[in-house]
């Protein structure tokens, strides 16, 4: 009876629809809404806390910002009075306080810094230069402490032995906007402890915005101002929905966009070229030309991810896809590399076995230094929540040792956890997992299957095994319900997808998976695990007697 009822409940689990594993803005471009508003209004608070800046009398905003560009963008469109404005992402002393030189011995020649010349004015600087040099940042800030240019500030100022240009004495109302992430804001911390001595306001910039009908209108006319000011070809309504999607893709949520001007512009150039090239009396940019720059440009930068294929392809790296097998199942990892610009998904092999124990699960990838401190975490919160369901036995007799087949170099992150269990229970109560499932997935203590990250990367891995040719038939994958939001996947797994070759399955709980993973219930693979251990257990009891005791036994 429970063996039926398992495969009922595999049947009745839903998978996911293409349409939940992307989303599209072809309805919010068609629907055109009248507003006056900028399209800084996509950050309302920034906006204003730069608008009430440039009016308040605090000389420097930290702004804590992932993207230069879009910092540089926003800072300059919130200009409303037209003040005299500079970005700056790299410069030295020179650049920005001038230089002082003494021609034929007696004439003084100066020549301004940036915030001489934008006295009245904002200059908006990089924070990477005075990290680089921080006697530059020890000037800058005796400039914001005073508003008044250091005696040592322009370059030769030392050689002229006191001498200093009128400037100096002259007290400047320059703003001044330091564009910095958050490890640098730390690192200025180190090196000037001292720093928040400044009167200074503070604002951040996400690297994102959220979806809504507004900020879809405001970012389609700030798209709109970069092909008039670029001179470029209109965009089709559809090219328009690619980009967004490639956007929103970037943020792997569907409700999200990545705000970046940089690179929005270069893919406009992009794909402007590829129009010319191919079709050049086209009177605009279509979506062919939006989605061959952007696969261009992941050709271009795919050969790590090529070489993983190669070794798929010649069996280097030995996965099964097929039938079932015990204590064996396919995991899903995201592989980034140092200096590399972009990551990809790939296949692993995650396989248990048993021996005589105390219920430990032995991790090998820790043992060996293989794996990060979140790893050995995860694979002790399996162990505790595994070994709770047994704790009316006295002695648990078995425990299991896990390795990720064929892993050489260190790996960390918790998402092999969901994958961990199913293989060790699959070990313990003998019940074979089917090989055409992927699994990936964090675990807590109560069995609730969190998210995890790389979600869409980890997904399309399985979709180059199709492409390879080394899938044909159709394959289940398991992942966290709470990444469903995540799900900005490509056209090629959105048709695999809709042909029922690709079969997503987004679970809450640990328990959801065993149906799918091995068509039956958690009860039932309890119930086999229990039957297993007693009858371990049996043969301890029924163990013949010793020659000693046998002889013991004859003298009473």
Request: with cysteine; hydrophobic share 40%.
């Amino acid at each position: 009876m429970a063996n039926n009822n398992s495969v009922s409940t595999a049947q009745n689990q839903a998978c996911l629809t293409p349409q939940q594993c992307t989303t599209d803005f072809s309805s919010q471009l068609s629907t055109s809404t009248v507003t006056n508003d900028n399209w800084t209004s996509m950050f309302p608070i920034t906006s204003e806390r730069l608008r009430h800046f440039f009016h308040l009398p605090q000389p420097l905003l930290l702004l804590n910002a992932q993207y230069w560009h879009a910092a540089k963008e926003i800072t300059e469109a919130c200009n409303d009075q037209k003040r005299p404005f500079v970005a700056l992402q790299n410069f030295d002393q020179e650049t920005l306080f001038g230089r002082v030189n003494l021609s034929n011995g007696e004439q003084v020649s100066a020549q301004l810094g940036a915030i001489s010349k934008f006295k009245d004015g904002i200059v908006v600087l990089h924070i990477s230069s005075l990290l680089v040099s921080p006697n530059l940042w020890f000037l800058l800030k005796s400039f914001l402490l005073n508003h008044r240019i250091p005696s040592q500030g322009p370059v030769n100022s030392d050689k002229l032995r006191g001498e200093v240009t009128t400037d100096n004495n002259q007290s400047l109302n320059t703003k001044i906007i330091l564009v910095a992430n958050r490890y640098q804001l730390d690192e200025l911390t180190q090196i000037d402890p001292d720093f928040s001595q400044i009167n200074t306001l503070f604002a951040e910039i996400s690297g994102d915005i959220k979806r809504s009908d507004k900020n879809i209108q405001h970012l389609h006319r700030y798209c709109q101002s970069i092909i008039a000011h670029k001179s470029l070809s209109p965009l089709s309504k559809g090219a328009f929905n690619t980009l967004f999607k490639y956007l929103s893709h970037l943020c792997d949520h569907q409700n999200k966009l990545l705000f970046s001007p940089k690179l929005i512009e270069s893919t406009l150039l992009y794909a402007q070229l590829l129009k010319t090239e191919n079709s050049p009396l086209d009177d605009c940019i279509d979506e062919i030309h939006i989605k061959k720059s952007l696969d261009i440009q992941d050709k271009a930068q795919s050969n790590a991810q090529d070489f993983s294929d190669q070794a798929l392809l010649e069996k280097q790296l030995k996965i099964q896809l097929h039938g079932e097998m015990i204590g064996q199942i396919n995991g899903l990892s995201v592989v980034e590399l140092m200096g590399y610009p972009t990551e990809f998904g790939e296949i692993f092999r995650i396989s248990a076995s048993d021996m005589v124990g105390d219920g430990e699960i032995i991790d090998i990838e820790r043992k060996v230094e293989l794996a990060g401190n979140v790893h050995a975490k995860s694979t002790l919160i399996v162990q505790g929540y595994l070994n709770h369901f047994f704790t009316h036995i006295a002695n648990f007799p078995l425990s299991c040792n896990v390795v990720f087949e064929q892993s050489y170099q260190e790996s960390d992150g918790d998402s092999a956890s969901l994958a961990i269990l199913l293989a060790v229970t699959s070990c313990y109560s003998q019940k074979a997992i089917s090989q055409n499932l992927f699994v990936t997935g964090a675990l807590d203590q109560h069995g609730n299957v969190l998210a995890i990250g790389g979600i869409n990367q980890k997904i399309e891995s399985i979709t180059r095994l199709f492409t390879l040719g080394l899938l044909s038939d159709s394959v289940s994958v398991i992942i966290p319900k709470a990444n469903q939001i995540n799900l900005m996947l490509s056209d090629e797994t959105l048709a695999l997808i809709k042909d029922g070759k690709i079969n997503i399955y987004a679970i809450q709980h640990c328990l959801e998976a065993f149906p799918i993973a091995m068509s039956q219930s958690f009860e039932t693979v309890f119930e086999m695990i229990n039957k297993r251990i007693l009858f371990l257990h049996k043969e301890d009891d029924d163990e013949p007697l010793s020659f000693v005791t046998k002889c013991l036994n004859l003298l009473r």
